[in-house]
T-cell receptor
Framework: QKEVEQNSGPLSVPEGAIASLNCTYS??????FFWYRQYSGKSPELIMF????GDKEDGRFTAQLNKASQYVSLLIRDSQPSDSATYLC??????????FGAGTRLFVKA | DTGVSQNPRHKITKRGQNVTFRCDPI?????LYWYRQTLGQGPEFLTY????????KSRLLSDRFSAERPKGSFSTLEIQRTEQGDSAMYLC???FGQGGSSYEQYFGPGTRLTVT
C-alpha cells in the first residue's frame, strides 16, 4: 500500500462547478497535510495546509481532514479553467520528510 | 525575486559524467529540501537540511548523490557517474521551522536533468 494514495484522474468538471479531490494515507501518525497545485512543466505551488480535523477554508478552496478515516480532501468551488492542473496531496509524519502522492489531474471545461 | 531559485534550469549530460545543481532558498528560511520528480509522479524526497546540518537522507539515495549546504545558505546537489535513470526534475524547496514540526514548503523552478 502506498503511503499517500490519490486517484490519478483526470477529473473533469464544468466551469463553475465544485471540484472534489481526495487523498488517503496509511500512517496514522501523520500530523501535517498539504495540498499543492502543479501546472504542467512547473514546480509545485502550495495551496493549503491543514493540521487539525475538520474544515479549513481559504477563498474558493476548502481542505477537509478526517484523521480517524485517514483521508484529506480539497474542494474547489466555482472552478475555473485556470484551475486545470495536477493537485498533489502531501503529508508529514512528524519528522522532516514530506511524502507526496502522485497527484490528481483536474480539467475544468469552459 | 525573493523566491527559491535553482541553477541551471536545464542540464544535458552524458552517462558517466558528474553534475552539480545549486539551490538558493528564501533568505529567512532555515530548512532546505531536495526532491526528485519524474513524469506522472509526485516529488520524491531526497534529503533535508536544517541550517547547515544534513539531518535526513532518503534510503533510496545511492552513494552517487551528495548534497551540501555550507554556512546554512545555498545548497548544492551533486550526482556522480550519472545514469540514464537519473533523468528527472530535481526540485529544491525551503521553509521556516522550529522543533520537530514540518512547515509548508516553497519550491524553486527545478533543474531538469537529461542523461543521454
Amino acid at each position: 500500500q502506498k503511503e499517500v494514495e490519490q486517484n490519478s484522474g483526470p477529473l473533469s468538471v464544468p466551469e463553475g462547478a465544485i471540484a472534489s479531490l481526495n487523498c488517503t494515507y496509511s500512517d496514522r501518525g501523520s500530523q501535517s497535510f498539504f495540498w499543492y497545485r502543479q501546472y504542467s512543466g512547473k514546480s509545485p505551488e502550495l495551496i493549503m495546509f491543514i493540521y487539525s480535523n475538520g474544515d479549513k477554508e481559504d477563498g474558493r478552496f476548502t481542505a477537509q481532514l478526517n484523521k480517524a478515516s485517514q483521508y484529506v480532501s480539497l474542494l474547489i468551488r466555482d472552478s475555473q479553467p485556470s484551475d486545470s492542473a495536477t493537485y498533489l496531496c502531501a503529508l508529514n509524519t512528524g519528522g522532516f520528510k514530506t511524502i507526496f502522492g502522485a497527484g490528481t489531474r483536474l480539467f475544468v471545461k469552459a | 525575486d525573493t523566491g527559491v531559485s535553482q541553477n541551471p534550469r536545464h542540464k544535458i549530460t552524458k552517462r558517466g559524467q558528474n553534475v552539480t545543481f545549486r539551490c538558493d532558498p528564501i533568505s529567512e528560511h532555515n530548512r532546505l529540501y531536495w526532491y526528485r520528480q519524474t513524469l506522472g509522479q509526485g516529488p520524491e524526497f531526497l534529503t533535508y537540511f536544517q541550517n547547515e546540518a544534513q539531518l535526513e537522507k532518503s534510503r533510496l539515495l545511492s552513494d552517487r548523490f551528495s548534497a551540501e549546504r555550507p554556512k546554512g545558505s545555498f545548497s548544492t546537489l551533486e550526482i556522480q557517474r550519472t545514469e540514464q535513470g537519473d533523468s528527472a526534475m530535481y526540485l529544491c524547496a525551503s521553509s521556516f521551522g522550529q522543533g520537530g514540526s514540518s512547515y509548508e514548503q516553497y519550491f524553486g523552478p527545478g533543474t531538469r536533468l537529461t542523461v543521454t
